[in-house]
């Protein structure tokens, strides 16, 4: 059973910066952050295959930054320029494959989510 654990969430002024950390059981072929704030649908913020080629969220292209250690199997995003509509639960999860993809229904394992609060 693949664990997923996040870490490094918090609360910060607008303008202000975060980095979110997500351990990981195991090696992966894609991993990708999605976010989801109460009464809406889970979206996809960034991902990552094992080859490095990321895909990003219009929403936060030039902010946010996915990374990857694969010696140690964690996860980074790092939100810089934070705005008060990033505000949500993150969630960092596992692909069931390698398609580069935002989608959430690729996505087999999650972890339980970190909370990230952008004040103005």
């Known amino acids: 059973q693949v664990q997923l654990a996040e870490s490094g969430g918090g609360s910060v002024q607008a303008g202000g910066s975060l980095s979110l950390s997500c351990q990981a059981s195991?090696?992966?072929?894609?991993m990708g952050w999605f976010r989801q704030t109460p009464g809406k649908e889970r979206d996809g913020v960034a991902s990552?295959?094992?080859?490095?080629?990321?895909n990003y969220a219009d929403s936060v292209k030039g902010r946010f930054t996915i990374s990857q250690d694969n010696a140690a199997n964690i996860l980074y995003l790092q939100m810089n320029n934070l705005k008060p509509e990033d505000t949500a639960m993150y969630y960092c999860?596992?692909?069931?494959?390698?398609?580069?993809?935002?989608?959430?229904?690729?996505?087999?394992?999650w972890g339980q989510g970190t909370q990230v609060t952008v004040s103005s």
């Open positions: 999860a596992m692909h069931s494959g390698s398609l580069l993809s935002l989608g959430r229904n690729f996505y087999r394992y």
């Open positions: 195991q090696r992966w072929n894609c």
């Open positions: 990552i295959r094992s080859d490095g080629r990321t």
